[in-house]
């Protein structure tokens, strides 16, 4: 059974920093594309980061480009994002997901593959 735990979150000033994690197990983690997306409150999801297994390739969102990175440690199981220069608008629960293959696209996988999703606040 795929698996997912993310932690990290919590609340921070405006500009601050988070680094997020979501572990895998349950599945070969190195073998497959990641992704992070973001609920803002009363909103749906929204794709914001995503990293290939392989190559390491990643992608981000542009609401968040420039401010947010994306990583993984395959030996660990473990993806990261790390979040600085928080703005309110940021603020929201954070969810991990697996994609299907090795590569990801900007379409956030099927339901099924998520975790249970952290919550970040930022507010002064």
């Known amino acids: 059974e795929v698996q997912l735990v993310e932690s990290g979150g919590g609340l921070v000033q405006p500009g601050g920093s988070l680094r997020l994690s979501c572990v895998g197990s349950?599945?070969?983690?190195?073998?497959?594309?990641m992704v992070w997306a973001h609920q803002a409150p009363g909103k749906g999801l929204e794709w914001i980061s995503a990293i290939n297994s392989g190559d390491s390739t990643t992608g981000y969102a542009d609401s968040v480009k420039g401010r947010f990175t994306i990583s993984r440690d395959n030996a660990k199981n473990t993806l990261y994002l790390q979040m600085n220069n928080l703005k309110t608008e940021d603020t929201g629960r954070y969810y991990c997901?697996?994609?299907?293959?090795?590569?990801?696209?900007?379409?956030?996988?099927?339901?099924?593959?998520w975790g249970q999703g952290t919550l970040v606040t930022v507010s002064s």
């Open positions: 349950g599945f070969t983690f190195s073998k497959f594309a």
């Open positions: 997901a697996k994609y299907s293959s090795p590569r990801f696209s900007r379409v956030l996988p099927v339901p099924g593959s």
